[in-house]
């Protein structure tokens, strides 16, 4: 039976439609259609559908899921991909693949699918001055080609793209073979990254690439493969520029401008006994009643899935997670409040749920308490679902109990 899978991809100007159809003998045939114009993905994307799969000669209802172009980029056209999606798989009783557009821009770059490969480092023109950037690393798994996301998609005013790439080289070794290789439209939408790779021998510039329907639906492909995709109510952008512009209010309030990435920037590490000081410092500053140094101390010797969020050589936010057998647990994750809200909190739940997928597990589990208003629009937004309540489960205020939100997230 033919494999039928829809891609659709509007994170630029670039409104694009695929259609992935393998047959029983694995041999592959792509078709695309695209229109480059800004503001019109809404009235497009629907009628090139339907040209797409007239030109296949195939009906809406052979299709075995919808693919589309996660983000980060424009909010409009993040918009009108994931709702077709949705719309149409709800209708057609489907799953939906969401493709990070980073990601599917660095596939895009035909490279060796080795442990010597170069890092892929993506940036994307997201205006204002701003990059999107995220950076991947290329191999094989089981003889599959693989991406490993080594840096979760920031946003990045782009004069700052040098000290991040310094950044970078230092903390993962890029000055050494095989070094990193710089892609993306970025590339040639921002003056100021021309000179970019001037003494830095370790980097080269690659083609001002963008995420198109093809690699969407290639990349989704090895994901259908694997046996991933999701429920479609469960499918949303993936914006990391949560807002364009302060509203009135704020701007009363002295803010003004855009919100940019923080000074400084972050890398994810693994927990060790050096870090739990800081740890217990800040779980003690964002809990009325946390854990104890013990605690982690305990975890870390139990073999708990453990990170901490590294920003100038100090700890800034953690996660700590039981991979049991069937179901990863998400015990622990907190960010300093000085770092809240700015992507933190967002990269550590991604690792958590990359680590989970590492080992097989489909589900992430986790319990907040239904005080805690802030973290449940964290865990919503970011596809959690509400599972259940557990009776008592937290103390509180004098010598009472909280109920806890058991909260589930099926993983792609």
Not at 122 to 137: F, K, S, T, W
Request: proline share 5%; aromatic share 6%; with cysteine.
């Amino acid at each position: 039976m033919t494999l039928h899978l829809l891609a659709l991809e509007t994170s630029s100007s670039l409104c694009g439609v695929a259609l992935l159809s393998r047959g029983d003998d694995g041999a592959i045939d792509l078709k695309l259609l695209e229109h480059d114009a800004v503001s019109e993905h809404a009235e497009r994307m629907l009628p090139m559908v339907d040209e797409l799969l007239e030109l296949a000669g195939i009906t809406p209802n052979r299709l075995s899921a919808v693919a589309f172009g996660q983000g980060p980029g424009g909010f409009t056209g993040l918009r009108v991909a994931c709702g077709v999606a949705q719309g149409m798989a709800f209708a057609l009783d489907i799953p939906v693949i969401p493709v990070p557009s980073l990601q599917a821009a660095a596939a895009r770059e035909h490279i060796a699918l080795s442990g010597s490969a170069p890092l892929q480092i993506v940036v994307q023109d997201a205006r204002m001055g701003e990059i999107y950037l995220a950076a991947y690393q290329a191999g094989l798994d089981s003889g599959r080609a693989a991406w490993q996301e080594v840096q979760a998609p920031i946003l990045l005013d782009a004069a700052q793209l040098g000290n991040w790439l310094d950044f970078a080289a230092q903390a993962w070794g890029l000055a050494h073979s095989p070094g990193a290789r710089l892609l993306g439209d970025a590339i040639q939408a921002c003056p100021a990254l021309a000179d970019i790779a001037s003494g830095r021998d370790w980097l080269k510039v690659g083609a001002p690439l963008r995420s198109d329907a093809s690699s969407v639906a290639r990349l989704a492909l090895q994901v259908w493969q694997e046996g991933g995709g999701i429920a479609p109510e469960l499918a949303a952008p993936l914006y990391v520029r949560d807002k364009v512009a302060y509203t009135t209010m704020e701007r009363e309030l002295g803010a003004g401008g855009n919100p940019r990435a923080p000074e400084g920037f972050i890398v994810l590490e693994r927990m060790q006994a050096a870090h739990l000081d800081a740890v217990t410092d800040i779980e003690a500053s964002v809990q009325a009643f946390p854990w104890t140094r013990g605690n982690f101390a305990d975890g870390l010797q139990t073999g708990y899935d453990a990170w901490v969020a590294m920003q100038s050589g100090k700890v800034v936010g953690f996660c700590m997670t039981m991979l049991a057998p069937d179901v990863a647990h998400l015990l622990v994750i907190a960010v300093s409040p000085a770092c809240q809200s700015a992507g933190v909190g967002t990269q550590l739940l991604r690792r958590c749920e990359q680590e989970a997928l590492r080992r097989g597990l489909g589900t992430i589990v986790l319990e907040v308490r239904p005080s805690n208003e802030k973290a449940l629009r964290f865990y919503r937004h970011r596809g959690f679902e509400l599972l259940a309540t557990r009776k008592d489960y937290y103390p509180a205020e004098h010598g009472k109990r909280e109920d806890a939100c058991v909260m589930t997230k099926r993983l792609v």
